[in-house]
C-alpha cells in the first residue's frame, strides 16, 4: 500500500496542480463573457458579479467533464439558469438607485455626458430584450453582442446553424419593431 | 445587421463595452474557487507546466521561513513523542518524500494509505500502527463490498477497486458521455456505476446525472418528477442549480428549448 501512496499522490499533485490552472485560465478568459451575459440576461449590475460567481462554481465542479473547447458553451448555458434564478429574486428592469448612481459618476469617467448616454442606451436595449422570447434573446447576445458567427452560437444552444439564423432574423425584426415603437411614443 | 435602427446599434456598441466596475468581483470569484488572485496568470502557466515540483516550489515560497522552523520543531516533537511510545498510532502523518522501492515500502508500515484519507473508502484494519497483511486487506475489501453487490476479482480486491477514486471514474464516464450528448452511452455507463456502488459515496451525483439523462433524452415528465423529489428531499442542495430546468413550471417544454442541451441520441 505504501508503493501505492507514493505513486499516487504525486498524481494527486499534478492533476491539482492542472485543475487549478485550467480553472485560473477559465476565469480569465471568460468572466467578462459570463458578466456581461448574465446582464443582458436581465441580472443587475448590483448582482452581476455575485451570479457570475455561482456560475464559476457550477464550472468549478463539473470541470472534470467539461471538453476544453465547449467551456464557453457550458458558462454560458449554467449563466442563463443562475440568471433564470436570480430573476426570483431581482426585477429584470435596472434599479433606480442603479442608474442614478451612474448618472452622478464617480469622478473617474471623462465624460459624464457619456456615460449618461451609454447607459440610456442600455436601458434601452435592455427594456427591448426583455420583450423578446428566451430562445431569441440568447441569439441576440450571443451573435450581435458577443460576436460569435452563426456556428459558434448553434455549436453552444446545441441547434442547428439554420435554427440560429432564423431566431436572429426574428429577433432583429422584433427588436426593430420595438424601437419603431419607442420612437413613436417619444414624439 | 446593417439594417438595424443606428439607436440600436448604439445600443449594442455600449453592451458590447459594459465592463463590471472594478476587478472585484473576478478577485472574489477566484478566492472562491481557491485560487490566489495576486499573480494568477503567472501561476497558472507555471504551474501548470512545472507539475509538482512547480506547485512544491510555489507552496515553500509562501511559507515564512519562521513557519519551516515552526514546522521543523513541531515535527522533531512527533517523531520524538512517537519513539517514546512505538504503540501509538503516529501523530503527523506525511507522504514519503521519495518515492520507495517495493521491497522497502513492504517492510515499513504505512504512514497515511488512500483509503485513509478523507471522504476515502471504509479504512482497513490498520489500528495501532500495525502493518496490514494480505489477510486483513482482503477482510478490509469484503467488508467494503456492498451486500449483495457484484463479487470482485480478487486481483481488483488487492488493488482496492471499490475506492473513492475508482466510483469518481465511473461516475465522471456516465458526465463525459452526457457532456458529449450521447444519452445512451451515459444511461450504460450511470448503470454500470450502479451495479458496481450499489450504496456509493456519490450516490446523490449520480441521482442528478440519471435526472439529467431523463431529461435531456426527451423524458421531461420523468426529469420533473424526479427532480421535484430530489429537491424536496434535499431542499438545500446546491444541485438544485443544475436540476433547474425540470423544476421549472414550463419544463415540458425544455426539451425544445435552448436551456437544455438535448442529446443527439435522445431517441434510444
Redesign the interface.
Known amino acids: 500500500?505504501?508503493?501505492?501512496?507514493?505513486?499516487?499522490?504525486?498524481l494527486v499533485?499534478?492533476v491539482?496542480?492542472?485543475r487549478?490552472?485550467?480553472?485560473?485560465?477559465s476565469?480569465?478568459e471568460h468572466?467578462?463573457f459570463v458578466?456581461?451575459s448574465l446582464?443582458?440576461l436581465g441580472v443587475p449590475?448590483s448582482e452581476?458579479?455575485?451570479v457570475?460567481?455561482?456560475t464559476?462554481?457550477?464550472f468549478?465542479?463539473?470541470l472534470?467533464?467539461?471538453?476544453a473547447s465547449?467551456e464557453r458553451g457550458?458558462l454560458f448555458?449554467?449563466a442563463?439558469?443562475?440568471a433564470?434564478?436570480a430573476q426570483r429574486k431581482y426585477r429584470r428592469q435596472r434599479t433606480l438607485e442603479e442608474s442614478a448612481a451612474l448618472l452622478e459618476g464617480d469622478g473617474e469617467h471623462p465624460s459624464v455626458e457619456e456615460d449618461a448616454e451609454?447607459e440610456e442606451?442600455?436601458v434601452?436595449?435592455d427594456s427591448?430584450l426583455a420583450k423578446l422570447s428566451?430562445?431569441l434573446r440568447?441569439?441576440v447576445i450571443l451573435c450581435?453582442?458577443?460576436?460569435m458567427t452563426m456556428t459558434e452560437a448553434a455549436e453552444i444552444?446545441?441547434?442547428p446553424a439554420g435554427t440560429v439564423a432564423s431566431r436572429l432574423r426574428r429577433a432583429?425584426a422584433e427588436?426593430?419593431a420595438g424601437?419603431?415603437r419607442i420612437?413613436r411614443s417619444m414624439r | 445587421m446593417s439594417e438595424l435602427d443606428p439607436l440600436l446599434l448604439r445600443a449594442f456598441s455600449a453592451a458590447r463595452a459594459e465592463r463590471p466596475r472594478s476587478g472585484k468581483g473576478k478577485a472574489q470569484t477566484l478566492a472562491a474557487l481557491g485560487l490566489s488572485t495576486a499573480t494568477a496568470t503567472a501561476h497558472a502557466s507555471a504551474g501548470a507546466a512545472g507539475g509538482p515540483l512547480a506547485a512544491g516550489g510555489r507552496l515553500l515560497s509562501r511559507w515564512p521561513w519562521w513557519g519551516i522552523g515552526v514546522a521543523l520543531v513541531v515535527t522533531s516533537g512527533a517523531v520524538l513523542w512517537a519513539v517514546d511510545e512505538p504503540s501509538a498510532a503516529p501523530a503527523v502523518v506525511s507522504a514519503p518524500a521519495t518515492p520507495l522501492a517495493s521491497s522497502e515500502a513492504d517492510t515499513i508500515a504505512p504512514v497515511l494509505t488512500v483509503d485513509q484519507l478523507p471522504n476515502a473508502a471504509e479504512p482497513p484494519n490498520v489500528a495501532n500502527g500495525t502493518k496490514p497483511t494480505e489477510a486483513t486487506k482482503a477482510a478490509a475489501s469484503t467488508s467494503r463490498r456492498p451486500a449483495g453487490g457484484p463479487a470482485l476479482a480478487p486481483e481488483s480486491t488487492a488493488l482496492a477497486t471499490d475506492s473513492l477514486r475508482d466510483e469518481i471514474e465511473a461516475i465522471e464516464r456516465a458526465s463525459h458521455a452526457l457532456s458529449q450528448r450521447r444519452c445512451a452511452l451515459a444511461r450504460s455507463h450511470l448503470a454500470a456505476y450502479d451495479a458496481r456502488f450499489p450504496n456509493g459515496r456519490l450516490r446523490r451525483e449520480a441521482d442528478v446525472v440519471a435526472i439529467e439523462i431523463a431529461g435531456r433524452s426527451g423524458q421531461i415528465d420523468r426529469a420533473r418528477t424526479a427532480a421535484r423529489s430530489f429537491v424536496a428531499q434535499f431542499p438545500d442542495t446546491p444541485y438544485a442549480l443544475r436540476l433547474a430546468p425540470w423544476l421549472r413550471d414550463d419544463a415540458t417544454e425544455e426539451a425544445g428549448s435552448t436551456s437544455v442541451v438535448t442529446c443527439i441520441d435522445a431517441a434510444d
Open positions: 500500500m505504501s508503493a501505492n501512496v507514493s505513486n499516487v499522490l504525486p499533485g499534478v491539482d496542480v492542472a487549478e490552472g485550467r480553472l485560473r485560465r476565469v480569465d468572466y467578462l458578466w456581461r446582464r443582458r449590475e452581476a458579479d455575485d457570475a460567481q455561482e464559476f462554481l457550477v468549478s465542479r463539473k472534470h467533464t467539461i471538453d465547449a457550458f448555458r449554467t442563463t439558469y443562475a433564470m434564478h451609454r442606451s442600455l434601452l436595449l427591448l428566451d430562445d440568447v441569439v450581435d453582442l458577443e460576436e444552444l446545441s441547434v432583429r427588436l426593430s424601437m419603431t420612437k
